[in-house]
């Protein structure tokens, strides 16, 4: 009974010791979706005011696109900002927005002030379509094959080095195919 006394706490730190060592291999931004080759979720969301178009599910089909996950509150997605505006007007790729629990008037100076490359943007004010895509935070962005699917997504602002080696290839796969 002595030995199990001693035993136990070392069996047991090894054990602790083998997760943190498994979980320090993984890289936090690789979050698994379950949604990946799935359908997007079905919604139709509401546009900001002012604007003419706001965001659903049907939109998503016909072309490789993006959807991109963002709010005026998020400094990330300021940072990112500059690369979806690149890859939007240069590389030609459309880009959807939702915007997730803003306020609309802080959106649309965020907006104005940033620049505007979105085809369309939904307003999510609850979050409630956020969550359904199975979205943690923002900036979030999807990557959306022709049928609707969700072929990739990225958790976290987008680098010029991830929209290099993984998005616009993805792209470049999906409109062949």
Known sequence: MRRL???????????????????FQRDP????SVLIDKPVPEFALPPLPGRDKGLASAD????????????????????????????????????????????PADALAWLKTN????ASIGADADGRVSIDWGVY????TFLIDRQGRIRYKHVGPLTPDVVQDRI????????KG
């Open 60 to 103: 998503l089909k016909g072309d490789v696109q993006l959807v991109n996950v963002f709010a005026s509150w998020c400094i990330p997605c300021k940072a990112e900002h500059p690369i979806i505006t690149r890859l939007a007007r240069e590389a030609g790729v459309p880009v959807r927005a939702i915007n997730h629990k803003d306020k």
């Open 115 to 118: 620049g505007d490359p979105y």
């Open 29 to 32: 931004r690789e979050i698994p």
């Open 5 to 23: 006394f001693y035993i136990l706490p070392l069996l047991l730190f090894f054990i602790v010791g083998a997760a943190f060592y498994y979980g």
């Open 168 to 175: 616009l290839p993805l792209v470049k796969e999906l409109r």
């Open 137 to 140: 935070g923002v900036p979030e």
